[in-house]
């Protein structure tokens, strides 16, 4: 029975949210408490890379939590948070990166090769059509049919 219970609680593991973030960090404020968890689910884990600060165990994404709850204590906005965050430690800390500056090429590359590669195989294609058929092509003769047909009964 306790191996039931155990092999029922391993499954079901899976399936718990890990909270990353420990008591003490929490704000008083509700409110002020589920911007800070909005903004935390947006940014990167440095260390994690694709998990958000919010669900990270890591000693830098404590840092960070830490950060954007003190920002927003000060008084600033979401995006005033994000971008102080950001200034401090580079896009790469978004999940979600900005369409903007340089970023549109990124955006774009994707979209753009697909087209571009779309475009060369229809003019591979069409070139291919328009060849003419090899006009030196020869009939074979008795004795190759036959020698041919002798080597592939064999």
Request: charged share 30%; with cysteine.
């Amino acid at each position: 029975m306790k191996r039931l219970i155990l092999a029922l609680m391993l499954a079901l593991l899976p399936l718990t949210p890990a909270f990353a973030v420990q008591p003490d960090e929490v704000l008083d404020d509700p409110v002020l408490e589920e911007r800070a968890r909005e903004l935390s689910k947006g940014l990167r884990c440095l260390v994690c890379r694709n998990e958000n600060i919010d669900d990270s165990n890591a000693t830098l994404a404590r840092d960070l939590r830490l950060l954007v709850r003190e920002r927003l204590v000060a008084g600033d906005s979401d995006d005033e948070v994000i971008d102080y965050v950001v200034d401090r430690y580079g896009e790469y800390v978004l999940l979600q990166p900005r369409a903007t500056g340089a970023n549109w090429l990124l955006w774009a590359a994707g979209p753009i090769m697909l087209v571009l590669g779309f475009g060369i195989g229809v003019a591979y294609l069409r070139r291919r059509e328009a060849m003419p058929e090899p006009a030196d092509t020869v009939a074979l003769s008795d004795e190759e049919k036959a020698r041919l047909d002798d080597i592939l009964d064999k």
